[in-house]
């Protein structure tokens, strides 16, 4: 399944520039010849399925190294770069899937690995950070797991990029990786990176480029920041970073884009930030704590082209200054409580702007009231912040009295806080006044409670709250941290603490805010961060006792001391203790080995804004009692052996934007109820056994973006209510088992971009899908269409990927197709496709992939085909041939992935092993796969569908290739040469028995000559 491009703005730009790096100079000490670097070239080669690469050119040939595809040499024959991934600007690929091989270290002199693009698995080798003459290293878009290994650090002479963003890697970022103090740019985003964002970062002084966006890093933004001096781009959403914008990151004067969204950031937008002259987008929404009026210096950012601030806590009125931004093209200030002046030159400037965007409150005059966080931890005699601020055009001062009520909350009662309503005086334009935690009617503080300090209702005449109109405050005795310090060392303890990779004063005397790893507020513990130091055993349950713990992350990371990964092996089942922790905000568990069932007491910690478990080993059913944590954003379960149905409680999360469950064993229907989530952006419950149909209930989802319920078991139709997803881009629905017709209401989808549908048993009519005109990708392989390809399939001139493969149409490639000039890649294989190769396919000069193999197809491939830049051209199992010309043949050649034959010559050639030796050569899937397109072809040439099978697919690798295969493939054959009226062919064994006869090389050999002969007879002239 392709990736779904998600239009973040944060990782294009200067990111494209990752395509050209300047030419090395310098270089350590190299070691190897050019034999290790020919062997290390072979063992990738092996590792990746090279034979099946899209390019793979003179590879495993005796030519010198320089003429094997993508790669360069230096003028002793060593190679110097590897370049199997960018090209014109995007990461391309080039079919490579498997693992990286340790042994690509040995290319020693090599300054450049690129192998983004591809589908390359498991961890990045450490060994690679013995490449000493690297400049650059681009693994992007792939599917890599594990940690980044902090032996990349070694790199020092890397000057260009480390690019190892779009993988599904996890764990913390090495804060190792600071010493590559020549680095342009570092990319890491859209992972699994979890951990806060280490301070060593800052001594990148070169760094251009950091792009961090799109996992799950917490903490807070380093202010060391401020360091980076030559940063262009700095991209930190879509992540759960806290605490305030650092006023450092304004002395940033060289940064043109800043995404800061998708947080738990608070606190007010920095003056300082007016200082960025050259910056162009500073996106700041959905960071729902942030507070305070949009700052007037904004207006100083004359070169600004995108503002965006909504879903925000933001007020007052609309700065005039901002007015100097005559470049500003996407602003965005709705869902927040800032007015807009009834000013004609504040409307006239806000007509020029092509996307604005607002909650619709006009400046009336009102006083706006709110708390400045949702939560508060403080000691009895302190003081809790109550901000006012006017939103006023006109910002004329005036003053009011706010009555506030103390009620009891979790811990407290009524007798122990019996105190009167406080007040506070409030002075527009702007106030921070405080109500002052006191009057204990017993005299007794018990350690722990909590009152809620809310407005008394109705506010006086002309006051408007902003939310939320309560706040939680904790009161805390002092004496009471020695709890959380005999919690603290129970945790060592269970864990083994003095294995720790840092144990810095754990068990001393010191303040416990001194100890690694932990943040603490008026003495209590609040944050407790492990990341990496080789905890492993159990959960201690006295980690529950840590009543003022908001923040809790137990992830992994390197120790730079012993020279290898540690990984916290956290084991056993998760405490239901953890359940007693009131104000936790984040709790972190994943990529541990923890197992067992989630505890019901999970639903305890309302205040959880984030929930990560995901990649453990957790089973049973999802506890009704999440649906508890109504204030959840985040919610990531995926990765586990979790069974039972999803439970409609998850319907009640309504301020989540993620939820993640695919990668389980989750079983039943998918509820109605997660209809009731309106913020919800993410759906992924992909890889399970979901069974039953769609809800409509899923209509209901307006903010939705990507819905991904692919690899299920999922029956009936489609709902027509998806069509009022209005926001969503992507669509994946393929390999389950739906069927009807695909309804029309999914026309409505205007902004949809990628819609996949294959491996179900969906029926037509299809031809309202034309109308569809921003799909960039489409695909519908393996439904059974029938008839001609559909001529309304040109009509979407925006596709660059469309799969019609595995279907049932027929008649020639229609003339119509020649509109869709945008497209890369395009499949029409495994039909009943006739005629010849159509010459305007030539016209499609972006197109890089053709497939059409597997149709009766007949006649020479046009001359016109020479035109085009292809990595992929797949036209066997078909009548058609490549001309036997000279330059013809040699523009085949240029092809990365060429498979058929030329004219005149013996067509085995299009096999993956053309000969097997009997008794030596096993008979594997891919065999059975080829066997299927071959004899569908001739089926089709003798006027025959294509046939059935038992398996419908066949997995390389995994499908044991049995009997009942060979049984079917016969019978299909049968058919055709029936059909064909030739006389039928002999076996060297003419009856196999099911679950007895072993399948040997001569079986596949003779059906494989067998359908050669049948399908050269149907297409004879």
Known sequence: MAALARERGWWVGGLLAVASLGAPTGGALAQGSVETDRAALVTLYNATGGANWTNNTNWLSDEPLSEWFGVTTDGNGRVERLQLGWENGEPVGNGLAGPIPRELANLSVLRRLDLSGNALTGPIPPELGRLANLRGLLLR???????????????????????????????????????????????LWRNELTGPIPIQLAQLSNLEFLHLSDNA?????????????????????????????????????????????????????????????????????????????????????????????????????????????????????????????????????????????????????????????????????????VTVRLIDASETARSATIDLTVTPGNGATSADYAAPPGSVTIRAPATTASFVVSALADNVLDDGETVVLGFRSPLPAGIAVGAPATATVAITDPAAAALDRAVLEALHHATGGPSWTNNTNWLTDAPLSEWFGVTTESGRVTALHLPGNALRGPIPDPLGNLVFLQSLNLGSWWDPTLGRWFYNELSGPIPDALGNLAVLQSLALGGNALSGALPETLGSLTNLVSLHLGDNELSGPIPNALGSLTNLNWLTLFGNQLSGPIPDALGSLTNLRVLSLQNNRLSGPIPDALGNLPNLQRLYLNSNELSGPIPDALGNLANLQSLNLSENQLSGPIPGALGNLANLQGLFLSRNQLSG?????????????????????????????????????????????????????????????????????????????????????????????????????????????????????????????????????????????????????????????????????????????????????????????????????????????????????????????????????????????????????TYTDPVIVRGVTPVRAVHWTELRDAGISVLDAATAP
Request: charged share 15%; glycine share 10%; proline share 8%.
């Open 741 to 985: 017709p695909i309804p029309r209401a999914l026309e409505n989808l205007s902004n949809l971009e990628h819609l996949y549908l294959g491996d179900n048993d969906l029926a037509g009519p299809f031809a309202w899908l034309g109308n569809m005109t921003n799909l960039r990708q489409l695909g519908l392989w393996n439904l059974g269409l029938t008839g001609p390809v559909p001529s309304w399939v040109a009509s979407l001139t925006n596709l660059t990927y469309l799969s019609l493969t595995q279907n049932a149409l027929s008649g020639p490639i229609p003339t119509e197709l020649r509109r869709l000039t945008n497209l890369s890649f395009l499949s029409l294989s495994r039909n009943l496709l006739t005629g010849p190769v159509p010459a305007w396919l030539g016209d499609l000069t972006e197109l890089r992939s053709l497939y059409l193999y597997g149709n009766p197809l007949g006649g020479p491939l046009p001359q016109s085909l020479t035109q085009l830049p292809l990595r992929a051209l797949w036209v066997h199992f078909t009548q058609a041939c490549a001309p036997a010309d000279a330059a013809f043949q040699g523009w085949v050649e240029t092809i990365g992935s060429f498979r058929g034959t030329t004219c005149g010559q013996d067509r085995t050639g299009s096999f993956t092993d053309p000969t097997l030796t009997p008794g030596a050569t096993g008979v594997r899937g891919v065999h059975v796969t080829e066997l299927r397109d071959l004899i569908n072809t001739a089926r089709a040439a003798c006027k025959l569908p294509h046939a059935a099978w038992t398996d419908r697919r066949i997995t390389p690798g995994e499908t044991p290739v049995r009997a009942v295969h060979l049984m079917e493939l016969r019978t299909a054959l049968t058919q055709a040469y029936t059909a064909c009226s030739l006389p039928l062919p």
């Open 141 to 187: 878009h792939n599917e890599l797991t594990g940690r980044i290994p902090p032996e990349l650090a070694q790199l020092t002479n890397l000057d260009g990029w480390l690019d190892l963003a779009e993988n599904a890697l996890t764990g913390p970022i090495p804060p190792e990786l600071g010493r590559l103090t020549n680095l342009r740019g570092l990319l």
């Open 217 to 385: 890093l917490t903490g807070p933004i380093p202010p060391e920041l401020e360091q980076l001096a030559s940063m262009k781009e700095l991209g930190l959403s879509f992540n759960d970073l806290t605490g305030s914008i650092p006023v450092s990151l304004g002395r940033l004067t060289s940064l043109r884009q800043l995404w800061l969204g998708d947080n738990e950031l608070w606190g007010r937008i920095p003056t300082e930030l007016g200082n960025l002259a050259n910056l162009e987008r500073l996106h700041l929404m959905n960071n729902n704590r942030l507070s305070g009026r949009i700052p007037s210096a904004l207006g100083n950012l004359t070169n600004l082209e995108s503002l965006r601030l909504n879903r925000t806590f933001l007020t007052g009125a609309l700065p005039r200054s901002l007015l100097q931004l005559s470049g500003l093209r996407w602003f965005t200030i709705n869902e927040t409580g800032v007015c807009v002046p009834e000013d004609p030159a504040v409307q006239q400037w806000l007509g020029t702007i092509s996307d604005f965007r607002t909650s619709g409150l006009a400046c009336d005059g009102s006083l706006s009231v709110a708390f400045g966080a949702s939560s508060y931890v403080v000691a009895e005699g302190e003081s809790v912040p």
